[in-house]
Each structure stands twice: as C-alpha cells, then as structure tokens.
Antibody, heavy 122, light 110 residues
Framework: EVQLVESGGGLVQPGGSLRLSCAAS????????MNWVRQAPGKGLEWVSY????????YYADSVKGRFTISRDNAKNSLYLQMNSLRAEDTAVYYC???????????????WGQGTMVTVSS | EIVLTQSPGTLSLSPGERATLSCRAS???????LAWYQQKPGQAPRLLIY???SRATGIPDRFSGSGSGTDFTLTISRLEPEDFAVYYC???????????FGPGTKVDIK
C-alpha cells in the first residue's frame, strides 16, 4: 500500500524548534518530488516547501523562508522538515504530500499523509 | 502571486442534486496547473482533478473539471452522501515553484 506517515509534531514554545519526519512506503520514494503542506485549525491549506527527487532543488513559501529547512534521505525513504524560530502562526497540521508524476508537470499532490499537529504556544 | 477565489463559500444541496463549484484566478493559469481536492473533517485532502479536467486514480466519473484562463469549475453531477465535504482548488507556478490554494467551498447537506 502506498503510504506516507508523518511524525514529530507536538507542543513547542515560541522561538523553539521541532523536526518533522515523513516515512514513505509502497512506492519508489527516490523517484518522487515531495512537499510539506500545512493547515491551521479551521483554516485552509498552505503549501510550505518542496524538494526535488534528488534533493538538489528546494523551494519555500515566503512565510517560512529562512526558518524552515526541508530535506530527504532516499536511502531511508524519509522526508524531513526542520522548523526553527517557531511562531504562534506556525500552529497547524503539517502534511507531507507526494507530487503526482504527469507528462506535463502539474503540481498536483496525489498522496498525502495523515498529518501531524504542531502547536506553538507558551 | 496568483490568488485563487472560490465561490460560493458554502453550497447547501441535497443528495442527488448537481453541485457546481467555481474557482477564479487573479491571473491566467495554465490548465495543466489547476487541481481540485476534497477534504473531509479530520482527514487529509484527496486529489480529485489535475490538469483542470483529468480525474485522479479511483475518482468516480460524477466528478468533472473544466475551465481555462482564469475561470475553472468542479462539477459533481449527482451528489452522493460521501461527497459532502470541503473542496479546494490549487494552482501551480514554476520558476520558482509556487503552489497556492483557494479558500475552499463547503458542500453541506440541505
């Protein structure tokens, strides 16, 4: 079964750090581009970051640039998000999501994890 | 940055009825780069449509997407009980990569 499972969420104080992990199974992880997407409580979806299949190309949303770092370990079938200098507005469910492979790049996410909750509060 | 607007905010319909959801972009979007997702409470989003009109794997044919330029539509031909959910449109921009989502349309039971 194709699956993504996030972990690492929790309660952290403002200014603190947290590292999220996403374990992939059921597909050739190293062939896929990956993303992090977040959703604040009761709000819509916000794309956070992207990493290419090899890890050589990375992009961030302006809201997290300079504070978050995306990375991957293809040997371990894992995706990561290192979050530093956390703010209250970073409180959200964080999803890892797989780029759908299409003939023309579509930016569509065909597989999502179940999400992990990050709460930034004192 | 391209901003997506979805309307209506909430759509109240009965099972068996047709649902028409709108997604409007602030600038022209390539049809290849427009997707739709369904999200139920407590669940992750599920990809329904990509490339504006292509159904994702396993998506019933009662879901269809259309549109071009700045105006896109998701149509659910006959609502099933499991279709009551929130629907998001999403656009993709490259160089640098930018993904934006619309605010969502909630389809609830009338």
């Amino acid at each position: 079964e194709v699956q993504l499972v996030e972990s690492g969420g929790g309660l952290v104080q403002p200014g603190g750090s947290l590292r999220l992990s996403c374990a992939a199974s059921g597909f050739t992880f190293s062939s896929y581009e990956m993303n992090w997407v977040r959703q604040a409580p009761g709000k819509g979806l916000e794309w956070v970051s992207y990493i290419s299949s090899s890890g050589s190309t990375i992009y961030y949303a302006d809201s997290v640039k300079g504070r978050f770092t995306i990375s991957r370990d293809n040997a371990k079938n894992s995706l990561y998000l290192q979050m530093n200098s956390l703010r209250a507005e970073d409180t959200a469910v964080y999803y890892c999501a797989r780029d759908k492979i299409t003939m023309i790049p579509s930016g569509a996410f065909d597989i999502w994890g179940q999400g992990t909750m990050v709460t930034v509060s004192s | 940055e391209i901003v997506l607007t979805q309307s209506p905010g909430t759509l109240s319909l009965s099972p068996g009825e047709r649902a028409t959801l709108s997604c409007r972009a602030s600038q022209s979007v390539s049809s290849s780069y427009l997707a739709w997702y369904q999200q139920k409470p407590g669940q992750a989003p599920r990809l329904l449509i990509y490339g504006a009109s292509s159904r994702a794997t396993g998506i019933p044919d009662r879901f269809s997407g259309s549109g071009s330029g700045t105006d896109f539509t998701l149509t659910i031909s006959r609502l099933e009980p499991e279709d009551f959910a929130v629907y998001y449109c999403q656009q993709y921009g490259s160089s640098p990569r930018r993904i934006t989502f619309g605010p969502g349309t909630k389809v609830d039971i009338k």
